[in-house]
């Protein structure tokens, strides 16, 4: 049986997160959706988290250093693909370190679902665990 997996949009515009929706349930994932920080958090830290998270730092009512070091807690169990513009992840990268990082653009989805898909054949069957 193909596990299904579960991805955690987080972005503050509902454009892009409803796009990003789109185009992933099209490959066949679940999607989750997030609005803000709280809500990144709720998902990151639930008894059955996703399997990997695309973030737009800049949410309501987060500050991002706050939730980056939060999301630093989980990143050996949940991978983060930062997809953001280039002037904010040069200040982010200063506080986390995200798996990848892919440049908001007109072509970022296909370079979005390489990446997932890549990210998500390495780690199926092998569990992630905290320090490996």
Known sequence: ?????????ADKNSNVRDFLKREMTAEG?????????REVLKWAYHADPVDILILDPDLPDAEESLLLKK??????YIPVILHT???DYIAISRIFDPTVFI??????????????AGILNKTSGADIKKGN
Not at 1 to 9: Q, V
Not at 103 to 116: A, D, F, T
Request: hydrophobic share 40%.
């Open 29 to 37: 994932y679940i999607v989750k959706l997030a609005e803000n920080g």
């Open 85 to 87: 513009f280039f002037s």
């Open 71 to 76: 999301l630093n807690l989980k990143t050996p």
């Open 1 to 9: 049986m193909k596990k299904e997996f579960k991805i955690l949009i």
């Open 103 to 116: 440049e908001k653009g007109g072509n970022s989805i296909e370079q979005l679902k390489k990446v997932i």
